[in-house]
C-alpha cells in the first residue's frame, strides 16, 4: 500500500497559479501510475490529470487542457500539479491518486486503489 500526502492548495485569484505536490511513501512509487482528481460542492469527484510511470504520457481533462501540467519525480517520491490560468470553477478539493496496474491509463477513480486526504484550492473571481 502506498500512502500519499498532497500539499500546495491555497486561495488564489481568477488568473493566478498555484502548484501541488504529492508525495507518496510506502511501495515502490517509481511503478504506480499517478493521478490527480478534483471535487467541488455537491459534485462527484472529477478526473483532472494521469501520468504513466516513467512520466513518459500525460492526459489531461478538456476542462483543464492548456492549463495545468502534471509531471513527476521519482527519485523524489512526488507528483506534482502545476495549475496556471486558474478559474473560479477550479476551486475544489483535490485528491492525489495511484494504482500499481501501471500498464494501462485510465481517468476512472474505481481504478486507482490509494488517495491522498485532499488539498482545498480556492479561486476567487
Known amino acids: 500500500q502506498v500512502q500519499l500526502v498532497e500539499s500546495g492548495g491555497g486561495l488564489v485569484q481568477a488568473g493566478g497559479s498555484l502548484r501541488l505536490s504529492c508525495l507518496a511513501s510506502?511501495?515502490?512509487?517509481?511503478?504506480?501510475?499517478m493521478a490527480w482528481f478534483r471535487q467541488a460542492p455537491g459534485k462527484e469527484r472529477e478526473f483532472v490529470a494521469t501520468?504513466?510511470?516513467?512520466?513518459?504520457?500525460?492526459y489531461y481533462a478538456d476542462s483543464v487542457k492548456g492549463r495545468f501540467t502534471i509531471s513527476r519525480d521519482n527519485a523524489k517520491n512526488t507528483v506534482y500539479l502545476q495549475m496556471d490560468s486558474l478559474k473560479p470553477e477550479d476551486t475544489a478539493v483535490y485528491y492525489c491518486?495511484?494504482?500499481?496496474?501501471?500498464?494501462?491509463?485510465?481517468?476512472?477513480?474505481?481504478?486507482?486503489?490509494?488517495w491522498g486526504q485532499g488539498t482545498q484550492v480556492t479561486v476567487s473571481s
Open positions: 491518486a495511484t494504482d500499481p496496474r501501471y500498464w494501462y491509463d485510465s481517468s476512472t477513480p474505481a481504478d486507482f486503489t490509494s
Open positions: 510506502g511501495r515502490t512509487f517509481s511503478s504506480y501510475r
Open positions: 501520468i504513466r510511470w516513467n512520466g513518459g504520457s500525460t
